[in-house]
């Protein structure tokens, strides 16, 4: 009954998964890609090299940590690990965005912009998933290849020169917003983690939260959330910290009010750029056919993008390749709220004129996608 978990500490979507198995209390063991079964086993079934990567005891090999969420959320009733009310469901869609999405390159930054702060630990870090065994000298010469793979990802993600500072300034209020709230809650939606809290585990722990100097700033501006992070990965729900909390949501499909000033965050930084690569998106998809692999050049990629998007971003502009995963990701979220009920709808209506969310949920996105052979498709 164990499952195997290919992934690893400093990987980001691991980190959702793997904090997903630990709450959900699923028997696995992890499993590193410099495994040589990796390339002999997983490699071939996957066709992309990357992690996470889920093998089921009957021999499935899945992707993407979302997918594998939902394929074991369908096959494991308890405990349940999404609210089961409309409103509910809709802002933890939201956050599994805004942490798998959103904050992304906000964690790249953090890891690659001060890679000359935390060069020895990430040396060791990329070195045990890319040669385990191997000496010290040898692991840190073998990271290095990988991680200037990864640290040139920074300007498609738009991480340049003239943006950093504008991400870091609005960085530190997700920081602020983020501990208020988590020092009167366990999790996002009250006493039990939603799908929500997983997608923020995705940017918020193994860089933000894990790598020195953003864990560094977390601990010393956001405690509260560090501490979130840790619980993130304990394997029970209710925390001593708060004595009197229930381990479920709260109540009445309702939302903690001091999730709303996270809320207005998420409208206020995710919404241009979301919009400009819904644009991009709705051009891109107009004429293609169903089943289209959603990609500028048709290839087979882990983070497809559309070609460029340029927005403005408090007053910066914001220069990156686009991102369709962020708006298939989006897209849950707008269409459980296009299907509320009218009074679900009334209150989710007055909880985005609150936070200036109604423009991002009137936007439309012409085609559906969905995954398949993991990669992104027009449905
Ligand atoms: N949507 C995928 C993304 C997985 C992903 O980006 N994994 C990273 C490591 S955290 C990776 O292997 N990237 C390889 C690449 O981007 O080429 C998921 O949620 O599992």
Redesign the pocket.
């Known amino acids: 009954m164990t499952y195997i978990l290919w992934g690893s500490a400093h990987?980001?979507?691991?980190g959702?998964?793997r904090s997903y198995l630990i709450k959900k209390g699923l028997p696995y063991r992890e499993c590193l890609p410099s495994d040589p079964d990796f390339a002999a086993r997983i490699l071939p079934a996957v066709r992309?090299?990357?992690?996470?990567v889920l093998e089921t005891p009957a021999g499935e090999i899945l992707?993407?940590?979302?997918?594998?969420i939902d394929y074991l959320e369908a096959l494991h009733a308890d405990p349940v690990m999404e609210p089961q009310t409309p409103v509910q469901q809709i802002v933890s869609a939201l956050f599994d965005g805004v942490g798998?999405e959103y904050l992304m390159p906000l964690a790249m930054h953090y890891r690659w912009t001060y890679r000359a702060d935390q060069e020895v630990f990430l040396q060791a870090e990329f070195g045990r998933t890319v040669a385990a065994g191997h000496s010290r000298e040898e692991r840190r010469k073998t990271a290095g290849a990988v991680m200037n793979h990864?640290a040139s990802?920074l300007p498609n993600l738009g991480v340049l020169p003239e943006t950093v500072d504008v991400l870091e300034t609005t960085y530190l209020d997700w920081l602020d917003a983020l501990d208020a709230h988590f020092q009167e809650h366990p999790y996002l939606l009250g006493g039990r983690p939603c799908r929500g809290d997983f997608g923020m585990m995705?940017s918020l722990f193994?860089h933000l939260g894990r790598d020195p100097v953003p864990a560094g700033l977390m601990k010393r501006k956001a405690p509260n959330l560090y501490r979130w992070t840790e619980r993130m990965n304990l394997a029970v729900i209710s925390d001593g910290e708060y004595p009197a909390y229930a381990a479920d949501y709260v109540p009445d499909d309702g939302i903690p009010p001091s999730l709303e000033p996270v809320l207005a965050l998420v409208f206020r930084d995710w919404a241009p750029g979301l919009a400009a690569d819904i644009a991009v998106f709705n051009d891109w998809a107009a004429d293609k056919p169903a089943g289209s692999i959603v990609s500028a050049d048709g290839a087979r990629?882990?983070?497809p993008s559309l070609g460029p998007v340029s927005y403005d971003f408090h007053g910066t502009v914001m220069r990156r390749g686009s991102a369709p995963?962020a708006v298939w990701m989006f897209q849950l979220a707008q269409k459980r709220a296009a299907a509320l009920a009218d009074a679900d709808k009334a209150r989710f209506d007055a909880l985005l004129g609150r936070l200036q969310g109604q423009s991002l949920f009137n936007l439309p996105i012409v085609r559906d996608m969905a995954r398949a052979d993991n990669v992104l498709v027009l449905a």
């Not at 992309?48 to 996470?52: A, C, D, E, L, S």
Request: charged share 20%.
């Open positions: 990987s980001l979507y691991t959702k998964l992309h090299r990357v992690i996470p992707q993407d940590s979302g997918d594998i798998s990864f990802f995705a193994a990629r882990v983070h995963h």
